[in-house]
């Protein structure tokens, strides 16, 4: 399959991405990360099993974020951790983000050879998520069944860790942001907020229409001037800035004021998340 043909077939995706922010009215990204020890006291106290925790955790940020944000993206290891119900749970949220018009960015890292990708690319269409993460490291082959699925793929390029260093060294992510250019807007990079403005402008410079997704922002240390860094330059409207900022945990697991309930404390969260990322057309 051709670059040309990669492009059409994933631009719905891409644009159902841009559309969601120009809806919103901003650029923010809400993960789904829950963790059991991390749920509020109130909801582990009630009767039912860890996974009925998590259920009714997930499906409550999706409520509280909903009209919000435009974009969620599902940590799957924190679902994949409990085998098969745990895989059924994903899915059950996925078919819920996107019952509520949110797009689904599955944050699955996935990046093996292309006979093994394409399975992996078949089920993460038959969960109807819109992206998909992806470690391109051993080359376009990890990428291109993925697009072939009809999925939008954001591909690890600088991300947050304060260890990625070690191997994501400037040659590296310079080939990978080339590889990235060559397939077209189809696919997007994952760019950490904890990366210094040096390394952030430089691949801008080298994926000039790139969209970016940012972890780091919050929790990891990251801030929205941060971003701003790695921002496309004269944009008027949230789809233009070409980046996508997700925060997890600090919109997840806020400390709740007197007399709020959990579940407004995400929404609150959530509503400074999105305006935070909203400044960035000031």
């Known amino acids: 399959m051709t670059t040309n043909e990669h492009n059409a077939n994933s631009l719905a995706a891409m644009s159902r991405l841009k559309a969601a922010m120009d809806s919103s009215q901003t650029c923010a990204c809400v993960g789904i990360d829950p963790v059991e020890d991390r749920l509020p006291n109130m909801l ?26 435009g974009i969620v993206k599902p940590q799957s290891a924190c679902f994949e951790r409990y085998g098969s119900s745990g895989y059924a749970l994903l899915e059950e949220v996925i078919k819920a983000a996107k019952a509520k018009g949110l797009v689904v960015i599955l944050d699955a890292k996935r990046g093996d050879i292309g006979s093994s990708a394409a399975h992996y690319a078949a ?9 998909i993460t992806c ?17 939008g793929v954001f591909a690890l390029c600088q991300t947050s860790n304060p260890d990625a260093t070690e191997l994501q060294t400037p040659d590296l992510t310079k080939a990978v942001a080339s590889m990235i250019t060559a ?23 080298t994926m000039p229409d790139a969209m970016f997704l940012v972890p780091g922002v919050g929790a990891q240390g990251g801030t929205i001037e941060d971003v701003r860094a790695m921002t496309r330059p004269n944009a008027t409207k949230h789809s233009e800035l070409g980046v996508c900022i997700n925060a ?22 959530a509503k400074s998340f999105a305006e935070l990322c909203r400044s960035l057309l000031d």
């Open 44 to 69: 582990t106290m009630t009767a039912g099993t860890d996974l009925d925790h998590l259920r009714t955790f997930c499906m409550t940020v999706l409520d509280s974020v909903q009209g919000i944000v």
């Open 123 to 131: 089920g993460a269409a038959a969960m109807h998520a819109d992206f």
């Open 135 to 151: 470690s391109p490291y051993m080359g376009r082959s990890t990428i291109e069944p993925f697009l072939s699925a009809h999925l």
């Open 183 to 205: 397939l077209g807007d189809q696919v997007g990079a994952v760019v950490g907020a904890t990366n210094n403005t040096a390394t952030t402008n430089t691949l801008r410079a």
């Open 248 to 269: 997890s945990r600090s919109v997840l697991y806020p400390e709740p004021q007197p007399s709020e309930s959990w579940q407004d404390a995400i929404a609150r969260e």
